[in-house]
C-alpha cells in the first residue's frame, strides 16, 4: 500500500528580498498598498509612499493637497463608460431546434456574452423588467469566466465562441497576484449593472448573490449605479449547514444584495388603509410573504373561519388609546404596558367586543387580545425577514439535489442555486405576468423558479435568461449555456402545462457591416462588390426579421403573422403596428397596400429596391402624402 502522506517540496529558488519586504509591510500598512498604471499602460500593485509617510506621521505638501472625494475608484474605471456606450452591431439569432414551443412561448434563453445581450435588448425592454436577480462569479480568484477582452466587444466574442474561428478563448484565473484583482472583476461587473438598471420598471428591484469576497465593493458599486437611498436589503442566506472542517472558521452563508429602482420612502407595508392604492404606487416596497395558515385554528367554531390571538397593544403612547378594559369574567381592570396604548379608541373597543373579536386568553382569564381571521388577513400577509435559513430557503446541497434529479442522478453544475430560494425572491416582488430578468443563468435555476411559481399560483410570469457558452466536459451539453437550456426543458416537462421557451444566440449582424478603418480593407472594389448584397450569407429571412424587431424596439415575443399583400409577403408585427417586408423584389403596389394599413412603422431591405432610386422616392413620397392627408404617423425605413 502506497504511503499517500508526502513531505513538502523544497523551494530551490533563493529568498525574493524585495517581495517579502513588501509582504511585510504590506501586513503592517494595507491600506498604503493600491492599484495603478505602470508606463506601458498595465495595471500593478504599487505603494502610495506619500500615504504611507502620513500613517507614520509625516505629512507631506503632496499629501496635503490631494482632492478628497467619497465613492468608489479603480484602474480601469474610465474604461467602463466607454464600454457602455459602444452600441453593439450584434443579433440574436434564432434557435429553434433548442427551443420549445418556439412560437407561441413568451420566455427567453439567450446563448451568449451578456454585455452584448444587454446593450441588444436595450431598445425592446426598456423600463419592462420587474425583477432581475444575477448570480455572478464572486471573484474568489479561482475563476474568472467572463474574459477582460471582452470590453472589446462583439469580435472577441465570436472568436471566443467559435463563430469566427476554432481557436476559441479561454477563461483565466482572477488571481491576487495578478495585479488587478478587484479592478477586474469591478471593471467586469460596472458595465453590465448600469445597462440592466436601464430594463427595470420604476417599481422593478436587482437581487444580486455574493459572498464576503466582494460584498463591501458591490454594495459601493451598486450605491453609484442606484443610488444609496434605494437599497433594499443585504440578506444572509444561509448556503450550507454543514460544517467545514478543514479550516478554521466555517464560512457557511451568502448574501443577496437588493436594490430598487426607486425604493418606496412611505406605505412601504400594505394594510387595509392603503390597500386601494398600494399596488399601483409608482415605486418599490416588497410585498408581504404569505400567511402561514398553520398558526390559525378556530377552537370556538367562529362562522368567519381560522383565528389567532394577537395583542391589542400597540407602540407609543397617546391619551385617546388609554383607557381600562375591564376582563368581563375575572371584572379586573387591565391598562396597557408601560411605554405603550391600545389599538383602536374605546368606542371601537366595544364594537370588537361585542363582534366577538376580543378575547381574553383561553380561560378567559388574561389581559384582552384581538382576534385576528385568516381569510381576513391572508391578502396583507407578513413582513418578510432579512434572515434566510437553508432549511427554510435551500442550501447549496439542496439545490444540487434538484439537478441531479432531473439529470439522472448527475449534477452538470456546481453549486446552483436551489428553486426555494428563488421562488421566494419572486413572489416578494413580482405578481402575475412580470418579467423576470437573469442575465447569469448558470444552469437556469431562475427560469426553472419562474415556471414552477407560475404553476402554483396560477400566474403568467415570464423570464429571460442570459448565459455565455462557457465550454464543458459534456459532449452532450457542450456548454453551460446548454445546461441552461436542458434544465428548462426537462423541468417544464414536469409541469402540468409546459410553458416552453425560445432560445436564441448572439451573432454577427445579418447585415453586413462597412468598415472605415482603412488597415481591414485590402481590397476595395472586392469589399464594394460585397456590400451590393449586404445581407450576410447564410442567414434567413427568420434571423433577418428578428433582428429588425430588435433594432425597432419590438420585444422578441411579439405576435408576428404572415400576410399576403399584392402577392408579396410581409410580415405583421403586434397586430399591424410594424410591417416588414424582406422580398428583392419591392413594388409601389405593395409599398401602397401597406400604408394602407397604416402602421407605426414600416421596414424593407434596401436591396428590395434594386438600385431603383425612382421607386425609392416614390415610396416615401406615397408615406409622406399618407401622413399629411390622414394626419398619421407612419415611419417608413429601409435597411
Excluded at 488587478?180 to 440592466?196: D, G, I, Q, T
Aim: charged share 30%; net charge negative.
Amino acid at each position: 500500500m502506497t504511503n499517500t502522506l508526502q513531505p513538502e517540496a523544497l523551494d530551490g529558488r533563493s529568498l525574493d528580498i524585495s517581495a517579502d519586504k513588501r509582504q511585510q509591510l504590506k501586513a503592517m500598512f494595507p491600506s498604503v498598498f493600491t492599484e495603478t498604471r505602470n508606463a506601458e499602460g498595465a495595471v500593478v500593485e504599487s505603494i502610495d509612499f506619500e500615504r504611507l509617510k502620513a500613517e507614520l506621521g509625516t505629512f507631506s505638501e503632496v499629501f496635503e493637497s490631494r482632492k478628497e472625494r467619497f465613492g468608489l475608484d479603480w484602474p480601469g474605471k474610465a474604461d467602463c463608460m466607454k464600454v457602455i456606450q459602444q452600441p453593439s452591431t450584434g443579433t440574436l439569432l434564432p434557435m429553434r431546434d433548442e427551443s420549445v414551443n418556439f412560437d407561441s412561448s413568451e420566455n427567453l434563453i439567450i446563448e451568449g456574452d451578456n454585455l452584448e445581450v444587454l446593450k441588444l435588448l436595450q431598445k425592446s425592454y426598456y423600463g419592462k423588467v420587474k425583477m432581475i436577480y444575477i448570480d455572478p462569479p464572486y471573484n474568489t480568484g479561482n475563476e474568472f469566466i467572463y474574459p477582460d477582452n471582452f470590453r472589446e466587444g462583439l469580435d472577441e466574442y465570436l472568436r471566443y465562441s467559435g463563430q469566427v474561428d476554432a481557436e476559441g478563448r479561454k477563461q483565466s484565473a482572477n488571481t491576487e497576484t495578478g495585479g488587478r484583482y478587484h479592478s477586474n472583476w469591478l471593471s467586469m461587473m460596472y458595465p453590465r449593472l448600469f445597462l440592466a438598471k436601464n430594463l427595470l420598471r420604476d417599481n422593478g428591484v436587482i437581487f444580486v448573490s455574493i459572498d464576503d469576497h466582494e460584498v463591501h465593493n458591490l454594495r459601493l458599486l451598486m450605491n453609484e449605479i442606484f443610488g444609496e437611498e434605494n437599497f433594499f436589503a443585504q440578506i444572509p442566506w444561509q448556503s450550507r449547514t454543514s460544517v467545514q472542517n478543514d479550516t478554521d472558521f466555517s464560512e457557511q452563508h451568502e448574501y443577496i444584495v437588493g436594490y430598487a429602482t426607486v425604493r418606496r420612502g412611505e406605505q412601504k407595508r400594505l394594510k387595509e388603509s392603503n390597500a386601494k392604492e398600494w399596488f399601483k404606487l409608482p415605486s418599490f416596497a416588497a410585498y408581504p410573504k404569505p400567511l402561514d395558515e398553520d398558526r390559525f385554528s378556530n377552537p370556538d367554531n367562529d362562522s368567519r373561519g381560522k383565528w389567532k390571538a394577537d395583542p391589542f397593544d400597540a407602540p407609543n403612547v397617546r391619551e385617546n388609546l388609554t383607557y381600562a378594559i375591564r376582563n368581563p369574567k375575572t371584572k379586573e381592570d387591565h391598562w396597557p404596558p408601560q411605554g405603550r396604548c391600545w389599538r383602536t379608541e374605546q368606542p371601537k373597543y366595544i364594537e370588537l367586543l361585542r363582534d366577538n373579536r376580543i378575547i381574553f386568553g383561553r380561560t378567559g382569564d388574561a389581559r384582552p387580545q384581538l382576534k385576528v381571521f385568516y381569510e381576513e388577513k391572508k391578502l396583507f400577509g407578513e413582513v418578510p425577514t432579512s434572515w434566510f435559513d437553508g432549511n427554510t430557503y435551500g442550501t447549496s446541497t439542496s439545490g444540487t439535489q434538484e439537478l441531479q434529479a432531473l439529470f439522472d442522478g448527475a449534477s452538470p453544475f456546481t453549486f446552483p442555486k436551489p428553486t426555494t430560494l428563488l421562488k421566494t425572491l419572486i413572489r416578494l416582488t413580482t405578481q402575475k405576468d412580470d418579467l423576470v430578468l437573469d442575465f447569469f443563468a448558470g444552469s437556469g435555476t431562475t427560469g426553472h423558479a419562474v415556471m414552477d411559481t407560475n404553476q402554483n399560483d396560477v400566474t403568467a410570469r415570464k423570464f429571460i435568461l442570459v448565459q455565455l457558452p462557457e465550454k464543458i466536459e459534456n459532449k452532450a451539453l457542450k456548454s453551460i449555456a446548454g445546461i441552461t437550456r436542458e434544465r428548462v426543458k426537462r423541468a417544464g416537462k414536469k409541469l402540468t402545462n409546459d410553458p416552453g421557451f425560445r432560445a436564441f444566440k448572439l451573432a454577427a449582424s445579418n447585415f453586413k457591416v462597412w468598415s472605415s478603418d482603412p488597415a481591414k480593407v485590402t481590397d476595395l472594389g472586392k469589399s464594394l462588390q460585397l456590400f451590393a448584397d449586404h445581407v450576410a450569407p447564410g442567414r434567413q429571412a427568420e434571423d433577418i426579421l428578428y433582428e429588425l424587431l430588435l433594432k425597432a424596439g419590438y420585444p422578441l415575443t411579439a405576435a408576428i403573422d404572415k400576410l399576403t399583400l399584392t402577392g408579396k409577403e410581409v410580415f405583421s408585427i403586434s397586430d399591424g403596428a410594424l410591417l416588414i417586408c424582406l422580398d428583392r423584389r419591392l413594388t409601389l403596389e405593395v409599398i401602397d397596400a401597406m400604408v394602407a394599413r397604416t402602421p407605426a412603422m414600416i421596414l424593407c431591405l434596401d436591396d428590395g429596391f434594386r438600385g431603383n432610386d425612382q421607386l425609392k422616392v416614390n415610396a416615401v413620397q406615397t408615406v409622406k402624402s399618407r401622413n399629411q392627408n390622414d394626419e398619421t404617423d407612419i415611419v417608413f425605413r429601409v435597411v
